[in-house]
């Protein structure tokens, strides 16, 4: 068994999300956003280290990560946890961080998220993004609608992911994972091989290039569900991203593009609960109106707050609202929902 099983351990039984291993130091995990130390660990050497990170990758893992200084890859722990990696150099010599990804894949209503999200599963065509920071639990609510959607429709889903990361079993839909750098080149290798094979739902786990937006961008217009993730805490910085990604004599094509194919975006941030015993998901969540292809495509993003405060009834809300929501519930404190707002000034 490799030795930093026996650290996994302690991070389930804590109930942390990620295990940090850093050179000089001893083995850290994160519970509910805040990074606590093992106390009863050593230090970590580099004898430690370089051995208990090559055990896990495996020797030609090794030697890419020995040559270049990065890898990621995803490790099982036999049927208990499956954990995104992360190993780096730094400073002081090695590091590394482990995620886990949860066995069992969360339903929407498991996770507390708002009914609307579930009226995805409905949509035959177009964009759909869900946005955050790092660590706001965007692949556990994109795991959440594409279960739901496998246990519903019958469908033909492809992820394309880095690594992947929740693993579906096909039930009345088929699931096809892709990983980058093992089963295809690229994201925009994926999507161009993904485009071809007579895809409903193509799942791209980061957005990260001009090229890839504009494969997952002609992938929605030619008829295809494309859900993707960007670092962006809003709405209308999601949209605007996206625009700013391409030179000026393109950007009005892509508004076009965007206008006519964007479906709907949940911009998401985990909060920590008022007891600090757990973390809730605070969304904003922009859905398709008449308004919002003429919104897109004038370049107006700041119209987009109001557009969603007009159709709260629909299932829209801001994200200082929804903050706000959770504060008068008693589920989190003042001090967080300030911390996590994003107009501070109206906020307070």
């Given at each position: 068994?490799p030795?930093?099983?026996?650290?996994?351990?302690?991070?389930?039984?804590?109930?942390?999300?990620?295990?940090?291993?850093?050179?000089?130091?001893?083995?850290?995990?994160?519970?509910?956003?805040k990074?606590?130390?093992?106390?009863?660990?050593?230090?970590?050497?580099?004898?430690?280290?370089?051995?208990?990170l090559?055990?896990?990758?495996?020797?030609?893992?090794?030697?890419?990560?020995?040559k270049?200084?990065?890898?990621?890859?995803?490790?099982?722990?036999?049927?208990?946890?499956?954990?995104?990696?992360?190993y780096?150099?730094q400073?002081f010599?090695l590091?590394?961080?482990?995620?886990?990804?949860?066995?069992?894949?969360?339903?929407?209503?498991?996770?507390?998220?708002p009914?609307?999200?579930k009226?995805?599963?409905?949509?035959?065509?177009?964009?759909?993004?869900?946005?955050?920071?790092?660590?706001?639990?965007?692949?556990?609510?994109?795991?959440?609608?594409?279960?739901?959607?496998?246990?519903?429709?019958?469908?033909?889903?492809?992820?394309?992911?880095e690594?992947?990361?929740?693993?579906?079993?096909?039930?009345?839909?088929i699931?096809?994972?892709?990983?980058?750098?093992?089963?295809?080149?690229?994201?925009?290798?994926?999507?161009?091989?993904?485009?071809?094979?007579?895809?409903?739902?193509?799942?791209?786990?980061?957005?990260?290039?001009?090229?890839?937006?504009?494969?997952?961008?002609?992938?929605?217009?030619?008829g295809?569900?494309?859900?993707?993730?960007?670092?962006?805490?809003?709405?209308?910085?999601?949209?605007?991203?996206?625009v700013?990604?391409?030179?000026?004599?393109?950007?009005?094509?892509?508004?076009?593009?965007?206008?006519?194919?964007?479906?709907?975006?949940?911009?998401?941030?985990?909060?920590?609960?008022?007891?600090?015993?757990?973390?809730?998901?605070?969304q904003?969540?922009l859905?398709?109106?008449?308004?919002?292809g003429?919104?897109?495509?004038?370049?107006?993003?700041?119209?987009?707050?109001?557009?969603?405060?007009?159709?709260?009834?629909?299932?829209?809300?801001?994200?200082?609202?929804?903050?706000?929501?959770l504060?008068?519930?008693?589920?989190?404190?003042?001090?967080?929902?300030?911390?996590?707002?994003?107009?501070?000034?109206?906020?307070?």
């Amino acid at each position: 068994m490799p030795k930093v099983d026996a650290l996994f351990k302690t991070l389930m039984d804590r109930g942390g999300s990620d295990l940090h291993l850093e050179q000089g130091q001893r083995p850290k995990i994160r519970v509910n956003g805040k990074l606590t130390e093992i106390a009863e660990e050593p230090l970590l050497t580099f004898e430690s280290m370089s051995g208990l990170l090559s055990e896990l990758s495996g020797k030609d893992s090794w030697a890419h990560f020995e040559k270049n200084g990065d890898l990621d890859f995803a490790y099982a722990w036999e049927t208990k946890a499956r954990f995104r990696a992360n190993y780096y150099r730094q400073f002081f010599g090695l590091g590394a961080v482990f995620r886990i990804i949860p066995s069992n894949i969360k339903s929407l209503d498991d996770l507390g998220m708002p009914a609307k999200l579930k009226d995805f599963a409905k949509i035959r065509a177009g964009l759909i993004l869900v946005t955050g920071p790092t660590g706001s639990g965007k692949s556990t609510t994109l795991a959440a609608i594409i279960d739901h959607i496998n246990a519903t429709q019958t469908k033909k889903i492809i992820t394309i992911e880095e690594p992947v990361e929740f693993i579906h079993k096909s039930k009345q839909s088929i699931i096809t994972h892709r990983e980058v750098g093992e089963d295809t080149a690229s994201f925009a290798s994926g999507l161009k091989t993904a485009i071809k094979s007579d895809v409903d739902i193509i799942l791209v786990g980061e957005m990260r290039d001009r090229e890839t937006i504009e494969l997952a961008l002609t992938a929605a217009e030619m008829g295809i569900l494309v859900f993707g993730t960007l670092h962006t805490n809003s709405a209308a910085k999601t949209v605007d991203r996206i625009v700013d990604v391409f030179p000026l004599n393109q950007k009005n094509r892509i508004r076009t593009v965007l206008a006519n194919t964007l479906r709907g975006i949940v911009a998401q941030q985990l909060v920590v609960s008022a007891d600090k015993s757990k973390r809730y998901a605070a969304q904003e969540i922009l859905l398709r109106t008449q308004a919002l292809g003429a919104i897109i495509q004038s370049g107006e993003t700041v119209k987009l707050t109001s557009e969603i405060q007009l159709n709260r009834q629909n299932g829209m809300i801001l994200m200082d609202d929804c903050l706000s929501a959770l504060v008068q519930a008693g589920k989190i404190t003042k001090e967080e929902a300030f911390l996590k707002a994003l107009d501070k000034s109206k906020f307070a």
